[in-house]
C-alpha cells in the first residue's frame, strides 16, 4: 500500500495505523523511498535525499504520523510531491 492511500485511510479514520507509525520511521519505507527513484540521494545505503527541504519534510511527516497529526502528515506528503515536482523540473531545464 503506497503512501497516498494510507493517508487517504487516515484522514477517513482520523488517525493512523500502528503499522503506518512504524514504517514512517524509517528512510527506506517513507513515502521519500516511492520517489527515490526520482531525486538525488546522499549514497545507496541510507537513501536519504541530498535535498534539504525534503529531508525536512520527511522529518515532520514522521512526526505527524508519530503524534497522529494527520494534517500535518498530509501537509508535509503534498509539500514533498511538490518539490520532486519542481527538483524534476529544474533538472530537466
Known sequence: MNWETRLERAVNAKQFTDEDRTLASLWITCPISEIAHKIVLKDDITKCPKD???????????????????????????????RVNKLSLTTIN
Open 52 to 82: 534539504i527541504y525534503l529531508i525536512l519534510d520527511g522529518i515532520f511527516f514522521t512526526k505527524g504520523v508519530e503524534d497522529g497529526d494527520v494534517d500535518l502528515a498530509m501537509n508535509c506528503y503534498k509539500s514533498i510531491q511538490k
